[in-house]
């Protein structure tokens, strides 16, 4: 499921907008083995038992905006948000079906950059640096 979210501020003629806000995979035999294993697994709402993972597309792409208010442009930046998410929500997906083999078909490790906190540099507050 692709969870797409409309902003409070939308109003005809000035702002029309949504985020593509999360990706999320669904399993009804998850959620029938986990009502069926209750002591194997943790307590979950009814509504959320059949989740086998899910993660914040804004974390995942820096393109999660979609702009619709000029209604010549609302076609062509909905094809682009569609092409975006072909290429990044559904490799995301795909790699959920089997995630043993999911590179065997190619898709990337992470649909994002990895990040190494150790590259930054150290800085000191200005009180640390007088002494």
Do not use: Y
């Not at 939308?10 to 669904?26: D, E, K, W, Y």
């Not at 597309?57 to 909905?78: C, G, I, K, N, Y």
Request: glycine share 4%.
């Amino acid at each position: 499921m692709i969870t797409l979210e409309t902003s409070k501020w939308n109003r005809s003629g000035h702002l029309i907008r949504f985020i593509v806000a999360s990706l999320t995979v669904f399993d009804d035999g998850l959620a029938a083995w986990r009502r069926a294993n209750p002591d194997l697994t943790v307590r979950r709402p009814e509504s959320v038992e059949a989740i086998v993972c899910a993660s914040s597309f804004l974390d995942m792409s820096s393109e999660h905006v979609v702009v619709l208010t000029r209604p010549e442009e609302r076609w062509a930046r909905l094809e682009r948000c569609a092409t975006h998410l072909r290429s990044t929500a559904l490799p995301w997906f795909a790699g959920s079906a089997d995630p043993e083999h999911r590179n065997a078909a190619g898709e990337p490790d992470l649909p994002f950059e990895t990040f190494n906190f150790t590259d930054l540099e150290r800085h000191e507050p200005p009180h640390a640096q007088a002494a």
